[in-house]
């Protein structure tokens, strides 16, 4: 059993077009977050949700909207993509927010 | 803004080394975590350390916690090359659900 699953694992796309990354996470969490990997291996939070709230939006272009349907899924949507958008997005997800997280196998995104 | 810092960047070893990595954080923490990633993988936690303990052993690993120095220390003992993979330390704070990475050591175990 995947505890924290995203899809697709690779997403290749034109600039301009909107795509969408989903996760799922079935570990019973409370907070799931959005992080970007950039090609230096930086990795900076994106988002954060607690229980479908949003309770960390980092200085991300309002283009990226996450989405909570329920507490255990996470989805990012990314309008207008741009080249540098291109980089590996992970979702991951923890309990209470301050133990262990839980990433999911990463979405290389790569913009054309 | 960045809250860690990891040296080296880069660690190349044998089989049999210790490897050692540091971390440097800015502001007050609640914990510090460890983490590893095999190249092309997501994040795998491998320890966590509170803010009001110093040392903590796991297996092969050993983190070191100094809160009045900001700084905290990975060490492998008896490394394998299975270890190869880059490594981040993450600091959790006081009052938010923030996980702030560092930069990440990259390890190299050769056989």
């Known amino acids: 059993d995947t505890a924290v699953s995203q899809t697709p694992k690779y997403l290749v796309t034109q600039m301009g077009n909107d795509k969408s990354i989903k996760c799922e996470q079935n570990?019973?969490?409370?907070?799931m977050y959005w992080y970007k990997q950039d090609s230096k291996k930086f990795l900076k939070i994106m988002f954060s949700?607690?229980?479908?709230?949003?309770?960390i939006n980092e200085t991300v272009p309002n283009r990226f909207s996450p989405k909570s349907p329920d507490k255990a899924h996470l989805n990012l949507h990314i309008n207008s993509l741009e080249l540098g958008d291109s980089a590996v997005y992970f979702c991951?997800?923890?309990?209470?927010?301050?133990?262990?997280?839980?990433f999911g196998q990463g979405t290389r995104l790569t913009v054309v | 803004s960045q809250q860690g810092e990891e040296d080296p960047q880069a660690l190349s070893i044998q089989e049999g080394e210790n490897a050692t990595m540091n971390c440097s954080y800015k502001?007050?923490?609640?914990?510090l975590q460890w983490y590893r990633q095999n190249s092309g993988r997501g994040l795998v936690h491998l320890i966590l350390?509170?803010?009001?303990?110093r040392e903590k052993h796991s297996g092969r690993l050993r983190v070191t916690l100094d809160t009045s120095k900001k700084s905290s220390s990975l060490l492998i003992t008896a490394s394998r090359a299975a270890d190869t993979a880059s490594y981040f330390c993450?600091?959790?704070?006081?009052?938010?659900?923030?996980?702030?990475f560092g930069t990440g050591t990259r390890l190299q175990v050769f056989p």
């Open positions: 350390i509170r803010s009001n303990e």
């Open positions: 991951a997800s923890s309990q209470e927010g301050r133990t262990e997280a839980f």
């Open positions: 949700y607690n229980n479908k709230e949003l309770i």
């Open positions: 570990l019973g969490h409370d907070t």
């Open positions: 993450a600091t959790g704070l006081y009052n938010t659900d923030k996980l702030i």
């Open positions: 502001t007050s923490i609640n914990n």
